[in-house]
Every structure is written in C-alpha cells, then in structure tokens.
C-alpha cells in the first residue's frame, strides 16, 4: 500500500497508517529527513496522545498514554549490535502495546511476531511517499 503526501496532509497520512497497519508493531523506516518523527508526532495523536511527543534518539525510549493504552516509542538509531538491544529488553514491550520504532534496521530480523512495516522515502523536497507492509507470522 502506498500513499503520497505532503506536509498538509499529515493527518492524511496519519490516517493512512493507521487504517492499513495490521500490527500494533510500527516499524518506520526512512533516511535522515525524511520526516519519521514529524509522521509519528501526528499519528500519536490521532490514536489519543495528548503529551507532547518528541523524538527518542538520545533515550532510545519514550512512553506516552493515549485513548488506546500504553504508546512506546524507541529510536534504535544509536544502536550498534543486537546485545544492545537485548541489554534494553526492547522485545519485552511487544506485548499489548502500541509500539512504535524508527531506524528498526537492527531488529527487523530478530522479530518474531507480526508487525506493519512503514517506509518514508523522499518524492522531492515538499513531498514523501509512505509503503506498508503487513508481516503476519
């Protein structure tokens, strides 16, 4: 599934996502710029995040209520083996949440329970394409 978008139309692609995920496991991919967080910043407030949703790249973990439960979301950019990642428990917080990850490079591999996979890439400077891939296991 693709769609493309705007900055005006974030909540468009907010909406986008969350009607084709089919995992409450977001894997969202994309180069530097591309907009991954600013996507996140929306849909978290679509499913009912009232807290002021930041980027996770130096505490590779933040957490936020919503309407909906529990909202993780990590940034495994600094990330360099998957010792790393188990030293986190990143895993552990698959389990009835909503789950949120950018740069999942790292983890992809490791994961054995369904999740929609999100990629941002560039159309050019004002507008991106998101795909969706749905990995049922």
């Given at each position: 599934m693709e769609l493309?978008?705007?900055i005006a139309d974030l909540i468009k692609a907010s909406q986008f996502?969350?009607?084709?995920?089919k995992s409450n496991l977001l894997l969202i991919?994309?180069?530097?710029?591309?907009?991954?967080?600013t996507l996140i910043k929306n849909y978290c407030k679509l499913i009912g995040v009232s807290e002021?949703?930041?980027s996770p790249t130096y505490n590779l973990i933040n957490e936020y209520d919503s309407e909906e439960g529990l909202v993780v979301h990590m940034d495994l950019y600094r990330l360099k083996?998957?010792?790393?990642?188990n030293n986190l428990g990143v895993t552990e917080y698959f389990?009835?949440?909503?789950?949120?990850i950018e740069w999942p490079e790292i983890i992809i591999d490791e994961i054995s329970t369904n999740y929609t996979h999100i990629n941002?890439?560039?159309f050019d400077d004002?507008?991106?394409?998101?795909?969706i891939s749905n990995h049922m296991i």
């Open positions: 493309t978008y705007g996502i969350l009607e084709n995920s991919s994309g180069n530097v710029g591309a907009g991954k967080t002021n949703v930041s083996n998957v010792e790393e990642l389990n009835n949440r909503q789950v949120i941002i890439s560039y004002n507008t991106r394409i998101i795909n």
